[in-house]
């Protein structure tokens, strides 16, 4: 797929098929996320790959957002340790930069996604650090239900969001 065509179609996915997302292709989509650009190149990240039914199902009751979670078979959890980086505290650039690369190289293999943010959001944090035994010096991000669309032509349609009151040129307001 061509790169231009992947942006603009990537949308957020909330209703899923049942079909299984083989293991290489999450190792496709985590290497992808791991070549995101990154503060100092410290690269902050790291990923939990969540297939266990009852832990997917678990999940919105601490996240009012992924409730379409319990249609996947697989999710990733996307979290941050800043321990001992040079720039502890861009870690959430970071870990967005590694998301979206992650979400793109779904769209790119046909899957969907949705971003369902996790940080700053303290039950979000305390639910996930209890469910996945994350420890408390490791910052979970974001969850990220993968698979495949019930309706891709609906899911993955063109969209073009550009809107140039939005662009200032050389300085604001022009």
Same mark, same amino acid.
């Given at each position: 797929m061509e790169l231009y065509e992947t942006i603009t179609t990537r949308r957020s996915v909330r209703s899923y098929r049942d079909d299984h997302i083989p293991d290489e292709t999450i190792e496709k989509l985590l290497s992808a996320a791991m070549l995101a650009p990154s503060a100092g190149n410290q690269q902050p990240w790291?990923?939990?790959v969540i297939r266990d039914r009852v832990k997917l199902e678990k999940i919105p009751l601490f996240h009012p957002y992924c409730k379409m979670i319990t249609q996947v078979?697989? %999710?990733?959890?996307?979290?941050?340790?800043?321990?001992?980086?040079?720039?502890?505290?861009?870690?959430?650039?970071? /870990?967005?930069?590694?998301?979206?690369?992650?979400?793109? %190289?779904? !769209? %790119?293999?046909?899957?969907?996604?949705?971003?369902?943010?996790?940080?700053?959001?303290?039950? !979000?944090?305390?639910? /996930? !650090?209890?469910?996945?035994?994350?420890?408390?010096?490791?910052?979970?991000?974001?969850?990220v239900p993968l698979g495949y669309p019930k309706d891709p032509a609906g899911a993955f349609k063109?969209?073009?969001?550009?809107?140039?009151?939005?662009?200032? !040129?050389?300085?604001?307001?022009?």
């Amino acid at each position: 797929m061509e790169l231009y065509e992947t942006i603009t179609t990537r949308r957020s996915v909330r209703s899923y098929r049942d079909d299984h997302i083989p293991d290489e292709t999450i190792e496709k989509l985590l290497s992808a996320a791991m070549l995101a650009p990154s503060a100092g190149n410290q690269q902050p990240w790291c990923f939990i790959v969540i297939r266990d039914r009852v832990k997917l199902e678990k999940i919105p009751l601490f996240h009012p957002y992924c409730k379409m979670i319990t249609q996947v078979g697989v %999710a990733i959890i996307v979290c941050a340790d800043p321990t001992g980086k040079k720039w502890p505290d861009l870690w959430p650039q970071d /870990c967005s930069a590694a998301l979206q690369n992650l979400l793109l %190289a779904a !769209r %790119a293999e046909g899957l969907g996604t949705v971003w369902t943010g996790v940080y700053p959001f303290e039950e !979000r944090m305390a639910g /996930c !650090r209890e469910l996945f035994a994350i420890p408390e010096h490791i910052f979970p991000f974001a969850v990220v239900p993968l698979g495949y669309p019930k309706d891709p032509a609906g899911a993955f349609k063109e969209k073009d969001r550009y809107k140039p009151e939005l662009v200032h !040129r050389e300085i604001w307001g022009h």
